[in-house]
């Protein structure tokens, strides 16, 4: 009888559930973008510049630590509400495990092997190319992984900024305290995690060296 | 061929891990640099192919000074081989090899042929090996891969840093063969770090010693093992293989009592004299024993016949000499140089002290070496 009202709520409601799953996919995946944009160039650079390392990935740590509604918060002063503020947000949020894997990655390459490389006559790009990153990439790609999973949970308090996604279906639920309406925008964010994560792992297997 | 001019690496703590060193490698030569760690010798090395830049001089190779090139297309043209092989891990045997001729632009069809070539060269079929990857060989293959790597490009000069030192004893026994084999071929001017001296006495045509980031001593294992610089140079080499050295009789202790005569002693009473001790020379001394010279029994023959003749008048006074101070190895030279049969022993003052002989030679080795074999077993190409 419940499970009966569930699905006829789901039939009234999926296109709603479908905008709210899209915009969902849409935060993400954009968050992920700018994240791995200034995140990957920026591990990379961090190994040639060790001495800075600590000080960036100290900075990117104290962002982390920022409870996820109050990063939010925080946009609304500066950006205000929307879609752009949450993914400022998002972003900073997808900064930290791509850039400290890309670091932590790169600098343990078996030291040797670059030596040889270097020795053999490669330059510091083809060093970095052909070596380094090949050899870094499972644990590049375990940080976007740990990324994307949070992006995706902390995506859904964007819908309090305004900018949308399945979070709005769950407040609204919780506000009008319906349960199933709760369910229909918490169902498809888990199943869009696990789904993305699962994606993620068989690249990370198939680029395993 | 390659040549250091008052090189230096300083750090900025003010450590000399490299002081002003002069070394003229040759062409073909196979260099081994040996020294305690921390003795700059791995240093001394990396700044032949700049991973390491000189604080000062100057280093040519071929004459050109390297701080004008390129470091790295001077680093193509020098092979490299590091202690912990290096194979890149994710890229298969082939590959690995064909690396450096990759990064020389040489088409496909000669890097294959290449990397066949070098891999039947170590004994590793090209068919079975060649698409494998590192990970599936053991310790000993792929260090073998890592020697071939360095060549692939056919450098003229090919630097290895402690390359066999991971490897077990029989795997770097076998791999110092080897490449000892190889040099033979291919004749590339080498240079080895090592801390291993056997293996430096091994291989290298000459082995230079580092101490505190300074060339103690730089010479063939030979003379090395013969005359250390100084103390810290025989303890490194240990007091095992340098006692074998100075094991070796003394001069006194391998001369015999000369048959001498007088220079105006008469040719026919010498003969008599040469006769009774079955001599064919006598030693010729003045009343004060100072050596004179030598009068043969060829000699004395041909002016036979002339009664006013004394010995002064037959005898050579060019004959070869030896100190009673100096080394038996220094005697033993002396014979086979002037190809004379014995050296009069002469002390500080020029007078006649005894005679060494290739006989007497031949008696005190024998005893030698019986002694020896009583004890241990005297190594190969060491001792004499």
């Known amino acids: 009888m419940m499970f009966n009202n569930f699905l006829i709520m789901l039939q009234n ?7 709210g799953t899209w915009e969902h996919i849409q935060l993400t995946l954009v968050a992920l973008f700018i994240g791995n944009l200034i995140a990957l160039p920026l591990g990379i650079l961090l190994t040639r510049k060790r001495k800075l390392a600590e000080a960036v990935i100290g900075i990117t740590s104290v962002f982390q630590t920022i409870p996820s509604l109050a990063l939010l918060g925080f946009m609304i002063p500066f950006f205000g509400i929307g879609f752009g503020p949450a993914i400022v947000a998002l972003s900073i949020y997808a900064l930290l495990p791509i850039l400290r894997n890309t670091y932590t990655g790169i600098l343990g390459v078996n030291q040797a092997v670059v030596d040889a490389g270097t020795g053999m006559g490669m330059t510091s790009r083809q060093v970095l190319f052909m070596i380094e990153i090949p050899l870094a990439l499972p644990i590049i790609m375990a940080g976007i992984r740990t990324a994307t999973v949070m992006v995706i949970g902390v995506a859904t308090l964007a819908a309090l900024v305004g900018a949308g996604g399945l979070g709005d279906i769950i407040f609204r639920g919780i506000a009008m305290a319906r349960q199933d309406l709760i369910l229909a925008g918490a169902i498809p964010a888990a199943l869009l995690s696990m789904i993305f994560d699962y994606i993620l792992k068989r690249i990370e297997i198939a680029v395993q060296p | 061929m390659i040549i250091f001019k008052n090189v230096s690496k300083i750090y900025n703590d003010d ?39 000189a604080t000062s ?6 004459g050109q000074d390297i701080g004008d090139q390129d470091p790295v297309l001077l680093r193509r ?64 293959q792929q260090q073998r891969v890592g020697v071939i790597r360095a060549l692939a490009g056919d450098p003229p000069i090919v630097l290895m840093d402690e390359p066999f030192s991971a490897l077990d004893p029989i795997s770097r026994e076998q791999l110092q063969d080897e490449l000892l084999n190889l040099q033979t071929k291919i004749r590339k001017t080498i240079v080895f770090v090592t801390h291993d001296i056997d293996e430096a006495i091994k291989l290298a045509d000459r082995i230079g010693i580092m101490q505190d980031g300074k060339l103690i001593q730089f010479d063939t294992p030979e003379q090395i093992l013969r005359h250390p610089v100084n103390e810290f140079v025989r303890t490194f080499f240990g007091a095992d293989r340098m006692n074998q050295l100075e094991s070796l009789p003394t001069i006194e202790e391998v001369m015999i009592r000369p048959i001498s005569s007088f220079p105006k002693r008469g040719l026919a009473e010498s003969l008599t004299k040469m006769r009774k001790y079955k001599i064919d020379s006598l030693l010729i001394i003045d009343k004060s024993e100072t050596f004179l010279g030598v009068a043969g029994v060829g000699e004395i023959q041909k002016n036979f016949s002339n009664e006013n003749m004394v010995l002064e008048d037959v005898m050579n006074k060019e004959v070869p000499t030896v100190r009673l101070s100096q080394q038996l190895d220094e005697a033993i030279n002396l014979i086979s140089e002037n190809q004379v049969a014995f050296l009069p022993v002469l002390d500080e003052s020029h007078k006649l002290k005894g005679l060494i002989t290739r006989a007497s030679l031949v008696d005190v080795m024998a005893n030698q070496l019986r002694s020896n074999n009583n004890g241990v077993a005297p190594v190969g190409g060491e001792g004499s």
């Not at chain 2, 921390?38 to 001394?44: E, F, L």
Request: aromatic letters at 6%; hydrophobic letters at 40%; charged letters at 25%.
């Open chain 1, 13 to 19: 409601r999926w296109p709603e559930i479908m905008i």
């Open chain 2, 15 to 53: 450590f000399h891990a490299v002081d002003t060193i002069d070394l003229h490698i040759k062409e073909g030569e196979f260099i081994a640099l040996i020294g305690p760690s921390g003795s700059g010798k791995s240093t001394t090395m990396k700044m032949i192919n700049r991973l390491i830049e």
């Open chain 2, 57 to 62: 001089g100057t280093i040519l190779i071929h």
């Open chain 2, 77 to 140: 043209n020098i092979g490299y081989v590091i202690q912990h092989i290096g194979l890149l891990p994710h890229m298969t045997i082939g590959k690995n090899i064909a690396l450096v001729p990759k990064l020389k632009k040489w088409d496909k069809a000669r890097c294959d042929k290449r990397v066949d070539e070098l891999l039947e060269m170590v004994g590793l079929p090209a068919k079975e090996y060649k698409n494998r990857f590192p990970a599936e060989l053991s310790g000993g």
